[in-house]
């Protein structure tokens, strides 16, 4: 029994590292699907509010109240991090979107992902781009609970003048769709530590699958746009995830930082939770603002990939400290 045992961990260890690896992969193969099936993916678009609410549950489960520590330890690190989180990606997305001329529910889709939390991919990317986990984590974890209050008051600011913003509809939605499965989350884990533990290497499996998901069905409820739009707003979202991801790592420069803690907020910084940005804006807005986050969630897994690659590069002299553990 006990072989068999460590035989199903072992299994569900190796198919969690295989979506974890492939993650980008296999969210582009979504965005692939929805143009080729896009009537098929479109009527996939309801279930999104609820699938990203299990995505943030699994992310609850994988905090601890031991996460949260490096707050109080290392204070002026979490609020560099907090601070250029909910400041360059928010103005950065308005800046673009103005820049490039788009429909105004591109605009607030642009400001949307701007304005939501770290991405939930962000910690993994971290850990393999030898940067600081626990900082990572607790930037995560801030943003995600600052979230209800700072991304409505962001969208109505930056947003307001191009469409109409419910924001005490936001509050509540974000407060159903993030806050309240991560706190539930929390709890689990705390009361059912060992159960959970058992769990843990298949959420990647649920978080990317997901998040896959939602992808296509956004893709395929707007396919025609995105044709017609691709180019610019691929563009677009581009320019944006690079800026976040160049700036967040300018203010922990800027500040004194470490490079490891830099890693860790340029990626947290530029990876956006670009999964509650689509629900969000196809609740609240049309489909056609959730395309700004449907096609980031495709890229920033993409270059967050490719500079864990550069990243975990053998250290030069200029770089050798020590890498928190994850």
Known sequence: ????????????????????????????????????????A????????????????????????????????RPQAVLIGIAAQFLVMPLAGYGIAVLLQLPPLLVVGMVLVGACPGGTASNVIVYLARGDVALSVAMTSVSTLLAPFLTPLLVLWLAGSS?????????????????GPVVAGLVVRAVAGPLVERVLPLLPVVSVGGIAVVVMAIVGANAEAVLATGALLGLAVVLHNALGLALGYAAGRATGLPESARRAVSIEVGMQNSGLAVALAAAHFAPLAALPGALFSVWHNMSGSLIATVWARPATGRDKEPTAAP
């Open 1 to 40: 029994m006990t072989c068999r045992k460590d035989g199903n961990m072992a299994l569900m260890a190796r198919i969690g590292a295989f979506a974890g690896r492939w993650f980008a992969v296999l969210i582009l193969l979504g965005a692939v699907a929805g143009l080729v099936v896009p009537e098929q």
């Open 163 to 179: 469409l109409p913003v419910d924001a005490a509809a936001l509050v509540t939605s974000i407060l159903q769709v993030v806050l």
């Open 42 to 73: 479109a009527r996939l678009a309801p279930g999104i509010t609820v699938l990203l609410g299990v995505i943030m549950f699994g992310m609850g489960l994988t905090l601890r109240a031991a996460d949260f520590a490096i707050v109080a330890k």
